[in-house]
Nanobody, 124 residues
């Protein structure tokens, strides 16, 4: 069983930055998994934000391209999401997720493991 714990959320003004982290339980090797960040705002469906596969290939949803950067440190078993130039519409609960290495996409249905989430609030 993989346990994921997010941190780094908070409240910022529009244009500000935050860096989210997602730490995995010991014994779990990030390098062999597909990892992703999702977000969910109140009353809205969960949305894929960014993913990184076992080869380091990355994809982003269009609304965050050029502003968010996903990365991982395999030695620390930690996934990151650097968020710059934040906008009020980025306000949501941000969750990290993991699955096996194959078919790494931003489809919420295919991910096996989820963290509890960290709240990001952006004020105008």
């Amino acid at each position: 069983q993989v346990q994921l714990v997010e941190s780094g959320g908070g409240s910022v003004q529009a244009g500000g930055s935050l860096r989210l982290s997602c730490a995995a339980s010991s014994g779990y090797t990030y390098s062999t998994y597909c990892m992703a960040w999702f977000r969910q705002a109140p009353g809205k469906e969960r949305e894929g934000v960014a993913n990184i596969d076992s080869y380091g290939r990355i994809s982003y949803t269009d609304s965050v391209k050029g502003r968010f950067t996903v990365s991982k440190d395999n030695a620390k078993n930690t996934l990151y999401l650097q968020m710059n130039n934040l906008k009020p519409e980025d306000t949501a609960m941000y969750l990290c997720a993991a699955k096996g290495r194959y078919a790494c996409t931003l489809d919420t249905k295919i991910f096996e493991y989820w963290g509890q989430g960290t709240q990001v609030t952006v004020s105008s």
